[in-house]
């Protein structure tokens, strides 16, 4: 009797055999996260816990839920992210919904910018021969200069002529996410045989239908790759545009706010709303690759 397992059997499959290792791998973290937590804010805690006579139960009772630690406790964290999510209205300056929308925003628009910057650049290396030796190592050269030094420039020149909020920051993001965007498609629109390209010369195709419906149909697993990778960078971009704006709203504005105030436990909870929000778009982006193949024809 042969069974057959269908594509949808078949990702619940690999799903429950990843779920085991990566919960194991967490807890394992976790773990060690808070053996670790002791040490680092002995301190902060050193003298309350010697002063309340010492022991294992005063030990962990300080180190694990001191106000300002080292570094918090993973509980902290997840008490900070209720208390920032579930009991403030999203649209509160003390939500961490409306501090992640502000950074979010940014990242999408310059993600978009991005992205097109980067297969504009891209086709164009490939069709034009002098580009690919006078543009590319531009382009690489691009990333050799640390954001940080790049972002206050940004910030400054575009506030002397007016432009200040989303764009200057988007803009950030796009300089970041550019770069792996036209490395993939660099790289995915020419990655179709010699053959293939001889062929369509035979058909006597123009350089545009042997760009959409060759050499692009080739590049798109390599597009989406290359997106994941843009689309998480982006965020960073849009957090560090943040930081030199002194910005009032944002993920890196919450993190400066925790910084000034040695609120550690609230650096970390923006952190993990960073972190998250990454996490959600990188998801995005492979479940429009999965539909995207899947309607090129390739595997479900």
């Known amino acids: 009797m042969s069974t057959t397992v269908t594509s949808e059997e078949r990702q619940i499959l690999q799903a429950d055999g990843s ?43 300080f180190s694990w839920n001191e106000t300002r630690p080292v570094i ?131 058909y006597h195709a123009s350089s545009a239908q042997v760009l959409w419906k060759l050499r692009f149909p080739a590049a798109v697993p390599f597009l989406f790759t290359s997106l994941k990778v843009a689309v998480a960078i982006a965020l960073t971009g849009a957090i560090v545009g943040e930081l030199p704006t002194g910005a009032i709203s944002g993920i890196g504005a919450r993190l400066l706010q925790g910084s000034y105030y040695g609120q550690t436990v609230q650096i970390w909870a923006a952190l993990f709303v960073g972190s998250f929000i990454a996490a959600g778009l990188v998801w995005l982006v492979g479940v429009a690759e999965r539909l995207t193949l899947r309607r090129m024809g390739g595997p479900a």
Request: a positive charge; one cysteine or more.
């Open 72 to 202: 918090p406790a993973p509980h902290q964290i997840a008490l900070e992210l209720w208390k920032s999510i579930a009991t403030v209205k999203p649209w509160m300056p003390k939500s961490l919904v409306f501090h992640g929308w502000v950074t979010l925003s940014s990242t999408l628009l310059g993600f978009v910018l991005g992205s097109v910057l980067g297969i504009a650049l891209a086709i164009a290396i490939v069709h034009v021969r002098f580009l690919a030796k006078s543009l590319m190592p531009w382009i690489i050269a691009s990333q050799t200069i640390p954001i940080l030094a790049i972002a206050p420039m940004v910030i400054v020149v575009l506030g002397s002529l007016g432009f200040t909020g989303l764009l200057p920051k988007s803009l950030i993001s796009m300089y970041l996410c550019f770069f792996p965007v036209t490395i993939g498609m660099v790289k995915g629109l020419s990655s179709p045989e010699s053959m293939q390209l001889d062929l369509m010369r035979t």
């Open 19 to 61: 779920a085991l290792p990566v919960t194991v791998v967490c807890l394992v973290i976790i773990v060690i996260w808070y053996v670790a937590a002791i040490p680092m804010n002995w301190v902060v805690t050193g003298t309350k816990i010697e002063l309340a006579g010492g022991g294992l139960y005063n030990t962990l009772l």
